[in-house]
Nanobody, 120 residues
Framework: VQLQASGGGLVQAGGSLRLSCAAS????????LGWFRQAPGKEREFVAA????????WYADSVKGRFTISRENAKNTVWLQMNSLKPEDTAVYYCAAGTYSTRSSSYDYWGQGTQVTVSS
């Protein structure tokens, strides 16, 4: 499975961004798809994940109520809608495919990352 993330950028606090991740490979729909982020000097952290058919979603407490993950297997795409962005959301965001966990080691495939910068 190959993953290509896009949609990052610079936004003011309180604004919104929508990240996309295009998955290639016929087995992509079999995997949990997740988003992680890594800020400078910090470890990569779990943001959100969605089950293979989209019936279950999971979120980090820090983004619950502000971010929404969704997917459409027919398009091999997963999205992360980010609203009410805060400066502490600034990070490189990565999409990943694997088995559900909040641990990055459970994900087998990773995209290249897209930078999100939130100004105060």
């Amino acid at each position: 499975v190959q993953l290509q993330a896009s949609g990052g950028g610079l936004v003011q606090a309180g604004g919104s961004l929508r990240l996309s991740c295009a998955a290639s490979g016929r087995t992509a729909s079999n995997y949990v798809l997740g988003w992680f982020r890594q800020a400078p000097g910090k470890e990569r952290e779990f943001v959100a994940a969605i089950s293979s058919r989209g019936g279950s979603t999971w979120y980090a407490d820090s983004v619950k109520g502000r971010f929404t993950i969704s997917r459409e297997n027919a398009k091999n795409t997963v999205w992360l809608q980010m609203n009410s962005l805060k400066p502490e959301d600034t990070a490189v965001y990565y999409c990943a495919a694997g088995t559900y966990s909040t641990r990055s080691s459970s994900y087998d495939y990773w995209g290249q990352g897209t930078q999100v910068t939130v100004s105060s």
